[in-house]
């Protein structure tokens, strides 16, 4: 196994992610208002505290003025040169405005935050600027003066999230989401690799294998991936040496096979015929047949050599479907054949066409009047429907029946004297041509053989 460094593994990678994500987030929404407040809040500039004494001047040279309200009116409703309207607040030893009854609430928020900074400054609200405050002596008391000016001065643009949390809040949120979508992606991924590949593995598909993008991630899914890639390919291994080991002994019984039958034919010659040498030629001919059998599923299971072709279904079936009709006539039944012309796609003609005959002469065998196939075009695949009214199969065996060796003990059994193996070489021979084979019971009695098969074959061999 591959050593994973300490920050590769998928736990850190989703820590940090997580971590990193909201920390940021909260950071930034934190932060934002202490930002703003250093921003907004500056110290008073010489020009601000020109403005403010030379406002105080008349009331220092004379501190009657101080109690004649026109003055202060008008002092609370002075222009400046730019036509910007200039409030001035002067404030007495007790922090009581004197010249305004009606007291704003960002000049009170201003005196607060004044009395914390222990220095003239001017501060920055959303649509005004305050300044102050200069201290003048009017008479024997001492007095404070505060200028507040109608301004809009540039701001960065994240201060506008803090002017409108619920904006601000609704972003985050999103944020997070994108960032958790982000990571449940980045889990999702491997794991829907993962789940299609072994559902293909399962299915029969040997060949199945997680993507290589995904083995080469170097945290646990990547290794998750590879034991994976590992073990398709060690049952891949082991499936195909049991077939080709199958295979390669039924190859090697037929010597044998060939000189007991010869044996035989010698004894039958000198007239040495009897019951049991009559068996033993008997038994010696259900072998070979087994024997043929074998070779047969193995070699459209692992060494298939046949050309993929393009060409009409009907076409290649037009044989077996002779021989079908004649074999149904004989038995007094009906074979319905509803295959169109039009209907063309890329297969192996001899596996096709011997898996097609295997399920059409079940189908005969057992009917007991009707038997039918058709074919139709249906999403880009052609399904192929072989249907009988015989006694049908237990439900429970239904997907059990195309396994080699395999005879269901129902109505359609050990009757027709063979080995279980004409479905498995069908089933062989569909997935040969990258197809899939059901069978169902069909109400009041019978079976259904469904064949989907794709009209183009995009991998060849």
């Not at 607060?112 to 001017?122: G, Q, T, V």
């Not at 889990?187 to 590949?197: D, F, H, I, T, V």
């Not at 079936?317 to 063309?344: C, G, H, M, T, V």
Request: net charge neutral; charged share 25%; aromatic share 8%.
């Amino acid at each position: 196994m591959i050593k994973l460094s300490s920050l590769n593994r998928l736990f850190v990678k989703l820590l940090l992610g997580f971590w990193l994500g909201s920390s940021l987030i909260i950071g930034f929404v934190a932060v934002l208002p202490l930002l703003q407040q250093n921003h907004d809040k500056q110290p008073m500039t010489a020009k601000q505290q020109q403005l403010l004494k030379r406002t105080a001047k008349p009331f220092i040279e004379d501190p009657k003025l101080l109690e004649d309200h026109k003055a202060l009116k008008r002092l609370h409703r002075h222009r400046s040169p730019n036509g910007k309207m200039i409030k001035f607040y002067i404030t007495n030893d007790q922090d009581l405005v004197i010249n305004s009854r009606q007291v704003p609430r960002t000049f009170r928020e201003f005196l607060l935050i004044s009395e914390e900074f222990n220095a003239p400054m001017s501060h920055q609200f959303r649509d005004e600027l305050i300044f102050g405050p200069y201290t003048f002596t009017a008479g024997e008391q001492e007095y404070r003066i505060y200028s507040r000016v109608p301004d809009n001065h540039p701001r960065p643009w994240f201060f506008f999230f803090n002017d409108h949390k619920l904006l601000t809040t609704i972003i985050a949120m999103i944020l997070s989401g994108i960032l958790c979508g982000f990571l449940a992606w980045y889990l999702g991924k491997p794991l829907r690799s993962l789940k299609q590949s072994s559902n293909a593995l399962a299915s029969g598909d040997l060949s199945a294998r997680v993507d290589d993008s995904i083995a080469a991630r170097g945290d646990e899914m990547g290794e998750l991936a590879q034991a994976f890639n590992t073990m398709a390919q060690s049952i891949e291994t082991m499936m195909h040496n049991q077939q080709r080991l199958m295979g390669d002994i039924s190859h090697e019984l037929r010597t044998p096979l060939t000189r007991l039958q010869l044996s035989l034919a010698l004894a039958r010659k000198k007239q040495q015929s009897s019951v049991e040498i009559e068996r033993i030629g008997y038994e010696a001919e259900q072998l070979e047949a087994l024997i043929a059998e074998l070779l047969t599923l193995s070699r459209v299971t692992i060494s298939n050599t046949e050309n993929k072709v393009h060409l009409e279904l009907a076409e290649s079936l037009s044989q077996i479907l002779d021989d079908a009709e004649f074999e149904a006539e004989q038995q007094q039944k009906r074979l319905l054949i509803d295959i169109p012309e039009n209907i063309s796609l890329d297969h192996y003609p001899k596996a096709l066409s011997r898996a097609i005959e295997n399920v059409l002469r079940n189908g005969i065998r057992y009917a007991n009047s009707d038997i039918s196939i058709t074919a139709i075009k249906q999403h880009q695949q052609v399904v192929i429907t072989i249907k009988d009214d015989g006694p049908g199969i237990e439900d429970v065996e239904l997907e059990k029946i195309f396994k080699p060796f395999y005879r269901p003990d129902s109505s359609r059994d050990r009757e027709s004297g063979g080995w279980g193996l004409g479905l498995a070489i069908t089933q062989a021979a569909i997935k040969l041509n990258k197809g899939e084979i059901h069978a169902s019971n069909i109400a009041p009695h019978g079976l259904k053989v469904v064949i989907s098969l794709p009209e183009r074959i995009c991998r060849s061999n």
